[in-house]
């Protein structure tokens, strides 16, 4: 992979001191549908400082891409609405931004890579007027300048022969490549944040290995700040630094990745791991989370995920345990709390091969 | 046969094919696994969506043939008046009563008055070629202004949708509602008094509700599209992805539509002109041409409504065969 086209940020470690770069506190996503109302993210905090990388994992349906969609604004309203909270970036509240000034940080402070590289280019486009339209939109380039910087910004993400690429439409690309248009599209204006849905999903799995590791690579160097959505725990352990864990639109667990993946608190991160394949479980019957996620319009009182919960107690069905009240704090469960009088759960065994890819 | 037939019979006559250099015979897979061909420069051209397009219209016979006669006749609408100018005073003297039939039914060697004369002594030729220039004007004309007034209606309530989507659309159901054929003639008398300026305004303001419907269809569709959602998450302004982003990609089915409309507006002036509500007849169009003539249909002078009316059906179809092979053309579906 070629390197060293994009600039290097000189301010990476000016940046990352101080306030944290994107802040969510208490995010509520509700979609207003004909049966009533889909709490899609219920109450949510987070934050990512400078440079730094984020993993929000869970399961399909569990308010991770509704969470970056809010971030970007991109939800139609209605039927989205976002009754509270407050999204900082570099200390503005994004929700409250005119229209006008929001869509300049789209793109240009904030980029998103999408899951969907087949049908997230525009068909009738070539690639290069795809890349430039960003970088005349933000920068205001002239066109021949924009055009070479669309071309030394999929040289920057290793594509061969970009001078031709660059004339392609997409239809002639294949998967893997498309997304690496993608992501130079998203890197072409420096964005301070990179969010990426799941960028691997649609991708094989040699394919998925390379793309992350570009991810990885032009994150490190241009400095930005990664969030990596994926319901992929794997990818998770082998890309970033932090990771919330989701489940039904409320945040279960969070940490760094090491006491995520090798300590799990959650029953919910527990089972999450539990139910990877893996070279030492040969044989063996791989673990479920029984059960399913629960109706959005028939939530269970009490923690959403005590039905499933094998160590569901008393307390469980009573009252809503969330991040802050259960010690430690990074975990919202009831088995963490001073009366608890459940056995704390047995640690699944850890992952040692997760372990290595983190390095 | 069975299915398996042709492959089956491809394969022997491989094995037959492949003999090594020693004479001796080689399966397939021994080939395969034989020296390759050297290491080839491929150079893939790239073919935006028009050229595959244009590709893919070649291979619709009817649909070049239909674009050729279309062609002919808007060099005939632009060229044949100057060519073959309309003389009102250039009579030939009639001998039957309902006009000269064609010369070559007397005579097979002579060009003269190829598609006779009506009853005053004007070649029905000329009178063809004079009236294809406004039938084509109208036609076009009209396709125009339906196709703007369409596309700006339908991408609106396609993309805000909401409350805009709801008012445009019950006014384009209240457009379709009015009983097309009286509103024609109505307004043709009221305001047109023969103008083919203003008859192609009453019809492009007639035509274009269909259009709408389609067009917002279409944006309704392309919307949710992911390059959209990609657009907007680069901070493409909402006005900037619906005519730049999503436009382009409903243009196919636009176009089709506007030949059909091509046709159906010159069809629909030969009708009303017909009933003598359309143009002054002193102007010359096709369907003033059949107009004139159904008069003197008695006398069996077929040649003066057959004539025009021709050049009509021939346009209409031609046009209609266009279409047929610009969808298939234009169709992202059919990929091959």
Known sequence: ???????????????????????????????????????????????????????IVGESGCGKSVTSLSIMRLLDMPPAEIPSGEILFEGRDLLTMPDEEMRKVRGNDIAMIFQEPMTSLNPVFTVGDQIAEAVILHQGLSKKAAWDKAIESLKAVGINNPERRVKQYPHELSGGMRQRVMIAMALSCDPKLLIADEPTTALDVTIQAQILELIRTVQDRTGAALMLITHDLGVVAETVKDVVVMYAGRIVEEGSVEEVLLAPKHPYTEGLLGSIPSRGKRGERLNVIRGTVPNPFNMPPGCNFAPRCPYAFEPCTQADPRIGDANPPDVACWLYTATATSPTPPRVRPRLDLVEALG | ??????????????????????????????????????????????????????????????????????????????????????????????????????????????????????????????????????????????????????????????????????????????????????????????????????????????????????????????????????????????????????????????????????????????????????????????????????????VGNWWWAFFPGMAIALTVTAINFMGDGLRDALDPRSRE
């Not at chain 2, 089956?8 to 006559?13: I, P, Q, T, V, W």
């Not at chain 2, 998450?233 to 730049?244: E, H, K, L, P």
């Open chain 2, 1 to 298: 046969m069975t299915d398996q037939g042709p492959g089956a019979d491809k394969n022997s006559n491989r094995q037959e094919v492949f003999i090594s250099p020693t004479g001796a015979p080689m399966n397939v897979v021994q080939m395969a696994e034989g020296p390759q061909p050297q290491d080839f420069e491929v150079s893939l051209e790239s073919l935006n969506q028009w050229q595959i397009a244009w590709r893919r219209f070649k291979r619709h016979r009817l649909a070049v043939v239909g674009t050729g006669i279309f062609g002919v006749m808007i060099l005939l609408a632009i060229f044949g008046p100057i060519i073959w100018p309309y003389d009102r005073l250039a009579l030939k003297p009639v001998t039957h009563s309902g006009g000269n039939p064609p010369g070559w039914m007397q005579n097979p060697r002579t060009l003269a008055d190829p598609f006779g004369t009506d009853n005053g002594g004007r070649s029905v030729f000329i009178l063809t070629v004079n009236g294809a220039r406004l039938s084509m004007l109208i036609g076009i004309g009209t396709t125009v202004i339906a196709v703007t007034i369409g596309v700006v209606v339908g991408s609106f309530a396609g993309f805000f949708g909401g409350r805009i989507d709801g008012l445009l659309m019950r006014f384009v159901d209240f457009m379709l509602t009015i009983p097309f054929l009286f509103v024609i003639l109505v307004m043709a008398r009221f305001f047109g008094a023969g103008d083919p300026i203003v008859l192609t305004l009453i019809f492009g303001l007639l035509f274009w509700p269909g259009l709408a419907r389609l067009v917002r269809a279409l944006f309704l569709s392309l919307r949710e599209q992911d390059f959209v959602q990609a657009a907007r998450a680069v901070g493409v302004s909402d006005t900037r992805i619906t005519f730049r982003h999503i436009l382009p990609n409903a243009l196919g089915p636009i176009i089709v539509s506007a030949t059909l409309l091509v046709a159906s507006a010159i069809v629909t002036e030969a009708f009303v002109s017909f009933l003598n509500f359309g143009l002054k007849a002193t102007d010359l169009s096709w369907g003033n041409a059949l107009a004139s003539s159904q008069q003197y249909q008695i």
């Open chain 1, 1 to 55: 992979m070629t390197g060293s086209i994009l600039p290097v940020d000189d301010d990476v470690a000016t940046r990352s001191a101080g306030r944290p770069l994107l802040e969510v506190r208490d995010l509520r996503t509700y979609f207003h549908v004909m049966d009533g109302v889909v709490r899609a993210v219920d109450g949510i905090s987070f934050s990512i400082m400078a440079g730094e990388t984020l993993g």
